[in-house]
């Protein structure tokens, strides 16, 4: 079956400095995979995806993401967090079933401190 | 461009009483739908999805129904809530600007069961 793990809860990091949101897949073929973030109270809204090509995603905000078919890794991305960034982050892979249906990880809290 | 709407915002329910929560789609036709739950502001979890009028797949068992009435309408339902039917609800589309395979989110609503 089709999964992704966000192997942590919350990640901390000062405005400025670069972040990294962690995300691994598990899937049987090529993934479709997508990264979705939550700002409080709000609904998902997409940041990036990657089907094909290129292992390099950019999206929007500035991040990006890099797919690593070798560690089976999808992390996101952002050269300089800004503290507006902080928010809920949510990997997902679509299911292989004929249907668009995502499902998604467990969410990181990317808390980004002045 | 695409819309959702959900309504309403926020709700307060007593156990026992019903329920209904409304998705309506703007800009687009023949969306293929999805209710999703959010519990404890993390993970989450796809209730519902519908790929046409009255074609509705359950993928959990619980206390909950979904219908489609109209192409662009997706409706959430319970008879008797139950306390854990607390939950952030957000319905999805997949026709969204951002492209295939992408889920455009609405904002969701709150429900509280007391």
């Known amino acids: 079956a089709q999964s992704v793990a966000q192997p942590e809860d919350q990640v901390n990091v000062a405005e400025g400095n670069p972040l990294t949101v962690k995300c691994t897949y598990s899937?049987?073929?090529?993934?479709?995979l997508f990264w979705y973030v939550q700002y409080p109270n709000r609904g998902l809204q997409f940041l990036l995806k990657y089907i094909t090509g290129d292992n390099l995603v950019k999206g929007s905000y500035g991040f990006e993401a890099e797919f690593n078919k070798s560690q089976t890794s999808f992390h996101l991305k952002k050269p300089s967090a800004l503290v507006s960034d902080s928010a809920l982050y949510f990997c997902a892979v679509r299911a292989l079933d004929n249907t668009d249906k995502l499902i998604f990880g467990t969410g990181t809290r990317l808390q980004v401190f002045p | 461009s695409q819309t959702i709407h959900q309504w309403p915002a926020t709700l307060v329910q007593p156990v026992g009483s019903p329920l209904s929560l409304e998705c309506t789609v703007e800009g687009t036709s023949n969306p293929n739908l999805y209710w999703y739950r959010q519990a404890a502001g993390r993970g989450l979890q796809l209730l519902f999805y519908s790929v046409g009028i009255g074609q509705i797949s359950s993928e959990v068992p619980q206390n909950l129904s979904a219908s489609r009435p109209q192409d662009r309408q997706f409706i959430l339902s319970s008879k008797k809530l139950l306390l854990s039917d607390s939950g952030f609800y957000l319905c999805a589309s997949d026709r969204g600007p951002s492209g295939a395979n992408v889920l455009t989110f609405g904002a969701g609503s709150r429900l509280t069961v007391l």
């Open positions: 899937v049987s073929g090529n993934p479709y």
